[in-house]
C-alpha cells in the first residue's frame, strides 16, 4: 500500500497518535522526503486544526489532542532531522508570565512552533521577567512568547517586555503575547 499524505494529516487532525504514526513509519519506509512529511503532512494539518479552532469547531482539548498526535510524530523525525543537520528556523523562548501556573495554551504554541521547525526552550510557569532576559541571552532567542490566562498576571507581561527593552534587546527579539484574557471574546469559549 503507497503511503497517503492526507491520511496522515486526517490522523493528526483527529488526534488519532497510533494512526498517525504508523503512518508516519510507513513515510519514512518509503522514503517520502522529511521535508514533505513535515511540511505537507504535520504541519498542513496543524493549520487545519487552528482554522477550525477559529471557527468554532474545535476546542482546546482537541486542539490539544491533535497537537499530541503532531508532537508524537516529530518525536520520530528529530534525530532523523539532527542527522541532516537541520538548523533549526530560530530560537523561541517561551514561558507562563510570574504569577501565573497555567500552561496548556503554552504548551500547544510550544508543540506548533517545535512542528514548524524552531527550536522552543520551555521556561515553564511562573517565570520572572529575570529569568525571560537570562534565557533570550543564554540561547540567543529571536522570539520570545509571554502566556497568562489569569487577568490578573497580564500586567506581569508588561513587565517582561519593560525588562526586555531595558536589558537593550528589543530590537533584536521579537514579542508574542498570548492567552485568554488578551482575546476577542469568542462564544461558546
Do not use: W
Not at 504535520?42 to 482554522?51: F, N, P, Q, R, T
Not at 528556523?89 to 501565573?100: E, N, P, R, S, W
Amino acid at each position: 500500500m503507497a503511503f497517503n499524505l492526507e491520511k496522515l494529516k486526517r490522523s493528526v487532525i483527529d488526534g488519532d497518535r497510533t494512526g498517525a504514526l504508523e503512518l508516519t513509519m510507513q513515510a519514512l519506509a518509503e522514503q517520502i522526503t522529511l521535508e514533505t512529511l513535515i511540511n505537507q503532512g504535520l504541519i498542513a494539518a496543524m493549520s487545519e486544526v487552528g482554522k477550525l479552532f477559529e471557527d468554532g469547531k474545535f476546542y482546546i482539548p482537541e486542539m490539544l489532542i491533535s497537537a499530541r498526535a503532531m508532537q508524537s510524530c516529530m518525536d520520530i523525525l528529530k534525530p532523523l532531522l539532527s542527522d541532516m543537520e537541520a538548523r533549526p528556523l530560530a530560537t523561541v523562548v517561551i514561558g507562563t508570565v510570574k504569577g501565573d501556573l497555567h500552561d496548556i495554551g503554552k504548551n500547544l504554541v510550544r508543540m506548533m512552533l517545535q512542528g514548524a521547525g524552531f527550536e522552543v526552550v520551555d521556561l515553564g510557569t511562573d517565570v520572572t521577567p529575570e529569568k525571560f532576559i537570562r534565557a533570550i541571552h543564554e540561547h540567543h532567542a529571536r522570539l520570545v512568547g509571554l502566556s497568562a490566562l489569569l487577568t490578573t498576571t497580564m500586567i506581569s507581561m508588561g513587565v517582561v517586555i519593560k525588562a526586555i527593552k531595558q536589558a537593550g534587546l528589543r530590537d533584536q527579539i521579537k514579542i508574542m503575547v498570548g492567552g485568554r484574557p488578551l482575546q476577542k471574546s469568542m462564544p461558546g469559549r
